[in-house]
């Protein structure tokens, strides 16, 4: 499992810039239900070790998530997940709704 921490905009950039199907993940490290969508997204990736993923933690890196908001005209959540598709969204939940099951539907 492994994905990338993205801290800049730079780096954003160039996760987008990547083809096939992306999942970026915006993470709260204060929040609870943020904490419980973590464990869900690293459950996914764990049983599908060659997706492409990203995460971004809200607070650390304040301009890359209003970056990801402004980018995708997508009113910013936390904890929120988007898969991105030849650069633009396909599919995004937040809250409750990150779960193991949901992120395997979408990437169907």
């Not at 199907?21 to 973590?38: D, N, R």
């Not at 990203?54 to 904890?79: M, T």
């Not at 937040?94 to 193991?100: A, G, L, N, Q, Y």
Request: hydrophobic share 40%; proline share 3%.
């Amino acid at each position: 499992m492994a994905f990338q921490q993205l801290q800049s905009q730079e780096e954003l950039q160039a996760f987008l810039e990547k083809k096939g199907k992306l999942l970026l993940f915006k993470h709260s490290t204060v929040c609870p239900i943020s904490t419980s969508a973590h464990e869900q997204f690293h459950a996914y990736l764990q049983a599908n070790s060659d997706v492409e993923a990203a995460v971004v933690l809200v607070r650390e890196a304040r301009p890359v998530s209003n970056e990801i908001a402004e980018h995708f005209q997508i009113k910013h959540e936390s904890p929120q997940i988007f898969l991105i598709e030849n650069g633009a969204v396909s599919w995004h939940t937040s809250h409750w709704k990150i779960t193991k099951d949901a992120i395997e539907q979408a990437m169907k």
